[in-house]
C-alpha cells in the first residue's frame, strides 16, 4: 500500500504545531504559577530571605498571615491527696495517701542516703521506678536519696543495685525485680490492703520513735 505524499506532509505539519502549541502553553504556565507557591513567587518578585536561624519565612509571607495564633494554657501541677481516705474514695486519692505514707515511713526509717553519707534534703529513692505499680509501695524499693543520687538513678542505677544487694543479698533483688516486671496494675482492693499496711507500718515505727 502506497502512502499519498500530500497526506503524509499534511500529517508531519500538523504534528510540528500541536508540539509548538504544547510548547508555548507549558511556558506559559511556568511563569504564571510558580511551582512552590507563594513562597516562590516572593523569591522571584525580590525578597530578601531572613537571616540563618530565623524560621525560614519571608517578612511579607508572615505579614500577610491575618489568623491569631491561639495561646495554650500552661500546664498546672496537679493536687495530691493529703487527706486520710475511707472505703470508696477515688483509686488516685487512695495512691496519693500510699505515697504520702511512703514518704512518712522513710523519712522514720533511713537518716542518711542510700548512696552517699549524705544527710540533709533527701527524698524517697525508687530502685525500679514508680512505674513499676507492684513495686512502687514495696518499703524494700524505697530507700532515702539525695538529689543528685536521685539523678544519677537514671542513668547509673549500679550504685544502688550494688548496696541493695549488700544489705538484702541477691536473692531478694532477685525476687524484687521479678515482682517489679510483673504484667497489669494494682486493683483497687489490692491498692486498700497495701494503704491499710502502710498505715499499719507508720503506726508501728512512730510509737517505736517515741519509746527510744
Known amino acids: 500500500m502506497s502512502l499519498n505524499p500530500k497526506t503524509y506532509e499534511e500529517s508531519l505539519e500538523r504534528a510540528a504545531r500541536y508540539a509548538e502549541k504544547r510548547k508555548a502553553k507549558l511556558a506559559e504556565r511556568q511563569h504564571s504559577k510558580p511551582r512552590f507557591g507563594r513562597f516562590r513567587a516572593l523569591q522571584t518578585a525580590g525578597d530578601v530571605l531572613p537571616p540563618e536561624g530565623g524560621n525560614g519565612i519571608p517578612d511579607a509571607l508572615n505579614a500577610s498571615r491575618t489568623k491569631p495564633h491561639r495561646r495554650r494554657r500552661p500546664l498546672r501541677p496537679r493536687r495530691y491527696n493529703t487527706n ?7 483509686l488516685r486519692a487512695v495512691k496519693d495517701e500510699c505515697d504520702t505514707l511512703v514518704r512518712s515511713v522513710i523519712a522514720l526509717r533511713d537518716e542518711q542516703c542510700v548512696t552517699c553519707p549524705a544527710r540533709e534534703e533527701l527524698h524517697v529513692g ?7 505499680e507492684h513495686v512502687r509501695y514495696d518499703l524494700r524499693n524505697v530507700s532515702a536519696q539525695c538529689d543528685p543520687c536521685n539523678s544519677r538513678h537514671n542513668e547509673h542505677p549500679e550504685f544502688y543495685i550494688e548496696r541493695f544487694v549488700m544489705t538484702h543479698g541477691e536473692q531478694a533483688y532477685a525476687d524484687l525485680r521479678a515482682e517489679a516486671h510483673k504484667r497489669g496494675k494494682l486493683s483497687y482492693v489490692e491498692m486498700l490492703a497495701i494503704r491499710d499496711e502502710l498505715r499499719q507500718t507508720l503506726v508501728e515505727m512512730t510509737a517505736n520513735a517515741a519509746s527510744r
Do not use: A, E, I, Y
Open 126 to 132: 525508687h530502685l525500679f521506678r514508680r512505674g513499676h
Open 84 to 90: 486520710p481516705t475511707v472505703d470508696g474514695d477515688s
